[in-house]
């Protein structure tokens, strides 16, 4: 009891200490969540607040700012980030025939090009950070970015492609995991959401046709798919804490298998999918609140929702829908986390914040605590727009 009472007193010593819009801000989302402005509304402006993201970055090299906080501004380029933000922005630029948006995409690739180690790999952390070593997952998501780059701009961006795809290969385990370079800034040793670096690899095979990439996405697959226990939850799936994993990691693991299956076409991918996205469903509350932690069976682990999770969720239900008996509860689900995420983001706000998407709600939340997240941003663009494509293309009813 009195270990509580410390805890207790040193928490509010410590949220004492915090800048009075931080305290504000976390006050206000406890008071509730705003009314959803609509998909579209929400993808203007979340795409308006990357690319401020992008030209107010701490470290201004045409990268994209890890986050905006409340505690003290812009932070530095993020590469694994920028990365798979490449297509997202290339995929609006298209949609809109808007060419700044394409332009933004080719700054950020011309970026990551000249950061890229000697061996093909890329460091993790945000720029300068120490120590500046090759990691793995890192270097796969920064592949989804250079394949997309490769397809849209051609051959400046196939070798920065073939050489992080073939050091991914390079290092891969006979077993089919990743368990060296892994990130010095999380736990070591092989996660299951590292299904996501397939994701990687899955996209330059799409480009080049590369047999060799598409091996490495099916082994890596088939180590991550023993990992799943009946339930369809994945052991060692969590940045430090894998008795309960966040939903961002548990997205990242559902949606390498997704992605694998579309390369590959392999029922088993698609099946190992399937049997997560079941289990969230009965995860998420009614109003589309997801926590932000899930133990081993299924049960809540955390008071605050982790909002890129919810969209990367969502995004995979959207995926699947067509696929999975469950696939109308799939778009039901998807639809009300997107809607929630939705209310919680601010478009008529200071310039800094308006179109941020949090790292957690409430924003005193563990998972990017009073950080506006350039990931979160990414995720929730795509899986608004995953619904408002499903909208336009409804299931056939039995």
Sequence with gaps: MRQDLRTRISRLAADLRLPAAARAEARADRRGLGPDPGARACIDATLGWLGRAQDCSASADGGFARHWSWIDGWAPSYPETTGYIIPTLLEQAHRRGDDRLRDRARRALEWLVSIQLPEGAFAGGVIGQQPVVPVTFNTGQI?????????EFGGPYEDPMHRAARWLASVQDEEGAWSRFTSPFASPGPKAYDAHISWGLAEAARVSGEKAYESAVRRNLEWTVRQQRPNGWFDRCCLTDFSRPLTH???YVLRGLVEGHALLGE??????????ADALLGCLR???FLPGRLDADWRPCAGWACLTGAVQIAAVWLKLSSH???????LDAARRANQFVRRTVRLEAPRDIAGGVKGSWPADGEYGRFQLLNWAAKFAIDAWQMEIDAAASPLPQD
């Design 324 to 330: 999975a008996p469950r696939g109308q509860q799939y």
């Design 249 to 251: 990691t548990i997205g």
């Design 286 to 288: 009614e109003d589309g």
């Design 143 to 151: 592949l989804i970015g250079l394949a997309a780059g490769v397809r």
């Design 267 to 276: 029922d088993w991918m698609r099946a190992a999918a399937i049997r997560g």
